[in-house]
């Protein structure tokens, strides 16, 4: 029997992008998108909480609603939105970012208090990145940031908000990378959005390479 080797990418990869409030992610996202667009590769940009009903839900509810409640719902919609768009456009070989995944469902509900193990525990059976981002600057220069633009949410509010996210989010790269995610830390305190998005994009080049198959 005489086997061939063909290249085939029967599904598309998913790359998640989370950091503090601040630190550009959208931007860099945006960034990202537009390098492997140019390269030829399928892009879809998603971000959460989704546009779906169950993110629209929790949008509306996140001035008044604190907590385990809320922290649920976020998870929720996290569920659904893997389900309901992230999944498919894997199926059809998209490359997804999502702007905002798992890493900030570890983080943001802390602010009220949510025990951290809890907030893994709800999370832990989502649909795993390929590549789980984690964007990190001086909290500092993120405070900063913050003032120059105003807060997006009332969990900005918080006195020493930057400093307190950015000891969060190093809890949570530590939780992804025990729990095996492949977590790559990008430093944008004074790094270019774009120089950033290509530190990103180089790493997904050997993920981004057709697979073997081995045919007989």
Known sequence: MTSHL??????????????????????IVRHL????????????????????????LAVDLTPTVTGHALACLYTADRYHHVETEVKPLLKTGHLVISDRYVASGLVVQRFDGVDPVFLWQLNEEV????????????????AERLEARGPHNRFQHTPGSSHAEFQYYQHATEVLEEAGFNVLTVDCSSRP????????????????????VVTP
């Open 193 to 212: 959005p774009e120089k950033s998005a290509a530190i990103i994009a180089d790493e997904l080049t050997p993920l981004l390479a057709p697979s073997e």
């Open 127 to 142: 649909e795993r990145p390929d590549l789980a981002v984690i964007l990190e600057a001086d909290p500092t220069v993120i």
């Open 33 to 56: 998108a537009q390098m492997l667009l140019a390269e030829g590769h399928q892009v879809h940009v998603t971000a959460e909480p989704s546009t779906g009903s169950i993110g629209k």
């Open 6 to 27: 063909s290249s085939s990418r029967e599904r598309g990869l998913f790359v998640s992008v989370d950091g503090p409030g601040g630190a550009g992610k959208t931007t």
